[in-house]
């Protein structure tokens, strides 16, 4: 029988399955049906600062009696308290529960809000920590590199305030990805989750507003996620968690042919269950059977670009006669 572990982030999984962050990981409940499921570690729903300051303005804006700017100073530290509070004992009841490695996740805007819930996730006991971190380029009088630059000074500051290990998940909007995800893993990060999957917007056009669209991944969306660590595979020097569009025991074993060193998928288990991981997870131990593989080491990479004959199937994208087979 097929042995499933592997190393991730510098912790041994029982599997490179990863449960992704979403709503599903929100509870204690779901996490052990996630380790009985087969999972190898779960990445809890992330804590966005975003969301407890904007909780804060709200209670605010209907208390309309705090009119004091020291009230409302006492009520915003006591309700961002108790959502962390809420978080941080996740994090201590799912380490409790479980035996699988906990990943926390934190999405935060300013530096202090980074290095504040970093240190105290640490102390709660988390494993890893996953920086979910991606600033859409849209504004128009912000170069490239100012952009960069805050990815960089982020890791930076992280590591000098925690010694858990780190992995950053973004996207893949960078003009020169292969570049900025290389020098990325240069920085000692432990891991690139790639790529994060964000909402998109659509228009109403009935109810003439904007709403959000395609919530969960297809998996036709598989693709580009192969494309990418299929090239990024071989020149990075940290590990690789491929996510997006990962919805079956065959997307799986692609992304990790493709050089994925582990896998998070989220959406597919909003539509079959949990459970569905353990169907995934004995998909891949069946076909490493058939295959004759032993370890996931054996096949890992095995059809990364720098791994085949024809190295350019990577690099095409136009749809030219010869190559796409239809007209
Ligand atoms: C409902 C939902 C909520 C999500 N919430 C988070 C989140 O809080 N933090 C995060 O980093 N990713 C979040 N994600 C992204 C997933 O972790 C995952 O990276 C992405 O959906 C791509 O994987 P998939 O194609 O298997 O869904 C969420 C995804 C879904 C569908």
Same mark, same amino acid.
């Given at each position: 029988?097929?042995?499933?572990?592997?190393?991730?982030?510098?912790?041994?999984?029982?599997?490179?399955? +990863?449960?992704?962050?979403?709503?599903?990981?929100?509870?204690?409940?779901?996490?052990?049906?996630?380790? $009985? /499921?087969?999972?190898?570690?779960?990445?809890?729903?992330?804590?966005?600062?975003?969301?407890?300051?904007?909780?804060?303005?709200?209670?605010?804006?209907?208390?309309? &009696?705090?009119? *004091?700017?020291?009230?409302?100073?006492? #009520?915003? *530290?006591?309700?961002?308290? /108790?959502? #962390?509070?809420? *978080?941080?004992?996740? %994090?201590?009841?799912?380490?409790?529960?479980?035996?699988?490695?906990?990943?926390?996740? %934190? &999405?935060?805007?300013?530096?202090?809000?980074?290095?504040?819930?970093?240190?105290?996730?640490?102390?709660?006991?988390?494993?890893?920590?996953?920086?979910?971190?991606?600033?859409?380029?849209?504004?128009?009088?912000?170069?490239?590199?100012?952009?960069?630059?805050?990815?960089?000074?982020?890791?930076?500051?992280?590591?000098?305030?925690?010694?858990?290990? #780190?992995?950053?998940?973004?996207?893949?909007?960078?003009?020169?990805?292969?570049?900025?995800?290389?020098?990325?893993?240069?920085?000692?990060?432990?891991?690139?989750?790639?790529?994060?999957?964000?909402?998109?917007?659509?228009?109403? +056009?009935?109810?003439?507003?904007?709403?959000?669209? &395609?919530?969960?991944?297809?998996?036709?969306?598989?693709?580009?996620?192969?494309?990418?660590?299929?090239?990024?595979?071989? *020149?990075?020097?940290?590990?690789?968690?491929?996510?997006?569009?990962?919805?079956?025991?065959?997307?799986?074993?692609?992304?990790?042919?493709?050089?994925?060193?582990?896998?998070?998928?989220?959406?597919?288990?909003?539509?079959?269950?949990?459970?569905?991981?353990?169907?995934?997870?004995?998909?891949?131990?069946?076909?490493?059977?058939?295959?004759?593989? /032993?370890?996931?080491? $054996?096949?890992?990479?095995?059809?990364?670009?720098? &791994?085949?004959?024809?190295?350019?199937?990577?690099?095409? +994208?136009?749809?030219?006669?010869?190559?796409?087979?239809?007209?």
């Amino acid at each position: 029988m097929a042995s499933l572990s592997i190393k991730y982030m510098g912790l041994d999984l029982s599997s490179p399955l +990863i449960l992704g962050s979403c709503g599903l990981t929100n509870s204690v409940d779901n996490l052990v049906k996630a380790e $009985q /499921a087969g999972f190898g570690a779960v990445v809890l729903k992330s804590v966005f600062e975003e969301q407890i300051k904007y909780d804060i303005e709200k209670t605010y804006q209907s208390g309309g &009696n705090i009119s *004091h700017s020291q009230s409302y100073d006492y #009520i915003a *530290h006591y309700q961002e308290e /108790a959502s #962390i509070d809420k *978080h941080l004992r996740l %994090i201590r009841d799912a380490k409790d529960a479980l035996s699988i490695p906990v990943i926390a996740s %934190i &999405n935060c805007f300013s530096i202090e809000g980074w290095m504040e819930y970093a240190k105290r996730i640490e102390q709660s006991g988390a494993d890893m920590l996953e920086v979910n971190y991606f600033d859409l380029p849209t504004h128009f009088e912000k170069k490239a590199d100012e952009y960069y630059d805050s990815y960089f000074k982020l890791i930076r500051e992280l590591q000098a305030t925690v010694t858990l290990p #780190i992995a950053l998940k973004t996207s893949h909007y960078f003009t020169d990805l292969a570049y900025f995800m290389q020098k990325l893993s240069y920085t000692g990060l432990a891991s690139l989750v790639l790529f994060n999957r964000f909402h998109s917007p659509d228009i109403n +056009i009935e109810k003439m507003e904007i709403s959000n669209t &395609n919530k969960l991944s297809k998996p036709e969306e598989l693709s580009n996620t192969i494309r990418w660590v299929g090239i990024l595979s071989e *020149h990075l020097r940290c590990d690789i968690c491929a996510t997006t569009g990962c919805h079956d025991a065959e997307g799986l074993i692609k992304l990790i042919l493709a050089g994925a060193d582990a896998v998070q998928s989220a959406s597919v288990f909003y539509i079959k269950g949990i459970e569905y991981g353990r169907e995934m997870v004995d998909g891949l131990a069946k076909w490493m059977d058939q295959k004759g593989y /032993a370890t996931i080491d $054996q096949f890992k990479a095995k059809q990364n670009y720098a &791994n085949i004959e024809d190295p350019a199937v990577y690099f095409r +994208i136009q749809f030219m006669k010869c190559m796409a087979g239809i007209e």
